[in-house]
Each structure stands twice: as C-alpha cells, then as structure tokens.
Nanobody, 123 residues
Framework: QVQLVESGGGLVQAGGSLRLSCAAS????????MGWYRQAPGKQRELVAD???????NYADSLKGRFTISRDNAKNTVYLQMNSLKPEDTAVYYC?????????????????WGRGTQVTVSS
C-alpha cells in the first residue's frame, strides 16, 4: 500500500557529507511523522531523527548539530543531511513513515519501513 524508497547512501571519508532521500509512494491518504533510523553491525536499530507533518523535528542527542532532517510534504519525501561524518556513523539507514493508506480512516495509521541504504564512513 505504501512504499518507501531510500537513496543517497554510499562510501564517504570521515569529515565528509551525504544527503539521504526517502520517497513515499503508493496509496497514501496522509503521512504523519517520517524519520530515519540506523542499524550498525551487531547493534540495535536506533532513531536518528524524525519530523512531523508540521515540521517539528526530533534528533538523537548524539547527532544534534551534525545531522539535519527535512521534509517536502508535496513530494512525500524526507531528507537527511549528514555532515562531519564519522566512522561510527557507518550503518544501514532506514526510512520510516507513520502513514494512513487510502481507504483507511484518518486515525488508522501504520508503520512503514524502507529497505535501507548503506552508509559507510572510512577513516
């Protein structure tokens, strides 16, 4: 019903930048929050940042100041600008959306995930 496709991952040297994008498509009535999570090898998936439809943002404390989340509601797309990248930022980055699919009541939202995009930061 709702598909999320991430792009923009890759290999970058420490100190570099990457911009991730995630586009939602399918039978969408509305999207509430959208966000980014990451999972490093051997670790649990963790929140990077999320953003409401109104633009209110929330970040993992350790990432404030280096990462910036933004959103284009008209395009159903969320972005993650990552600056001053460190080797410990290496992970698979997943897009998440709390969305109401077409045909559902406005309060019937579901959690959707993308397949992830690999970010590798070399030292």
């Amino acid at each position: 019903q709702v598909q999320l496709v991430e792009s923009g991952g890759g290999l970058v040297q420490a100190g570099g930048s990457l911009r991730l994008s995630c586009a939602a498509s399918g039978s969408i009535f509305s999207i509430n929050a959208m966000g980014w999570y990451r999972q490093a090898p051997g670790k649990q998936r963790e929140l990077v940042a999320d953003i409401t439809s109104g633009g209110r943002t929330n970040y993992a404390d350790s990432l404030k100041g280096r990462f910036t989340i933004s959103r284009d509601n008209a395009k159903n797309t969320v972005y993650l600008q990552m600056n001053s990248l460190k080797p410990e930022d290496t992970a698979v980055y997943y897009c998440n959306a709390d969305a109401v699919p077409d045909g559902s009541r406005w309060w019937q939202s579901f959690d959707y995930w993308g397949r992830g995009t690999q970010v590798t930061v070399s030292s």
